[in-house]
Each structure stands twice: as structure tokens, then as C-alpha cells.
């Protein structure tokens, strides 16, 4: 059974930092990208940083880009977000996703992803 665990969300004020994580288990993702995005009350989920199977390519959303940072360690089948400069429009659920189908390729849309985590909660109070 494949597993994404999120992990670090919580409450922080208006320019903090979190760190979220999420640990796959049931079968590696090492050939395909992974990702992170959000869903904020009444929204729709939306793309926030993807990085590909090698972690050689990232990106991300223009309005989190050069404050989160996407990482992964392969060995370890996780992958994590570090967010800095947060802000209340930060505020939302975020969940990683993992693509299975498009091998070594780089995908956006939350559709196009398999795998999911349960969600973890981040908010960021002004």
C-alpha cells in the first residue's frame, strides 16, 4: 500500500518560517517528480513547487518563488518544503503528491498526480 505522510504544518506569524516533509513508503518515486500544493477554503488546489526525479529542476509558483524551497533525498523517498517569509495568503492546507506516470518528466497540474498525502494545516497569522 503506497503512503505519503506529511508532516511540520502549524500556526506562525506573518514573516516565520516551517519546514513541511513528507515520507513516502509502499514503493520508491526516484524516477518521477514530486510535488507540493495547496488548497486554501473555497479555492481550488493549486500548484506550489514541483521538483523533478533527479532534483536537478525545480519550480515554482510565482508567488512562493524565492521564499519556499522543494527538496528531496531519494535514499530516504521524501521529499520537503522549506518556507520562509510566509504570509497570511500562505494559509492553507498543503499536501505532497507524487506523479507515477510520467517517467523522469515534470508535471504542474494537480491532476496529473497520482499519489497524496492526508494534508497537513499551515497558518499564517498577520
Known amino acids: 500500500q503506497v503512503q505519503l505522510v506529511e508532516s511540520g504544518g502549524g500556526l506562525v506569524q506573518a514573516g516565520g518560517s516551517l519546514r513541511l516533509s513528507c515520507a513516502a513508503s509502499g514503493r520508491t518515486f526516484s524516477n518521477y517528480a514530486m510535488g507540493w500544493f495547496r488548497q486554501a477554503p473555497g479555492k481550488e488546489r493549486e500548484f506550489v513547487a514541483v521538483?523533478?526525479?533527479?532534483?536537478?529542476?525545480?519550480i515554482y509558483t510565482d508567488s512562493v518563488k524565492g521564499r519556499f524551497t522543494i527538496s528531496r533525498d531519494n535514499a530516504k523517498n521524501t521529499v520537503s518544503l522549506q518556507m520562509n517569509s510566509l504570509k497570511p495568503e500562505d494559509t492553507a492546507v498543503y499536501y505532497c503528491?507524487?506523479?507515477?506516470?510520467?517517467?523522469?518528466?515534470?508535471?504542474?497540474?494537480?491532476?496529473?498526480?497520482?499519489?497524496w498525502g492526508q494534508g497537513t494545516q499551515v497558518t499564517v497569522s498577520s
Open positions: 503528491a507524487a506523479d507515477s506516470l510520467a517517467f523522469r518528466s515534470i508535471r504542474l497540474s494537480y491532476k496529473d498526480y497520482t499519489y
Open positions: 521538483i523533478s526525479w533527479s532534483g536537478g529542476s525545480t
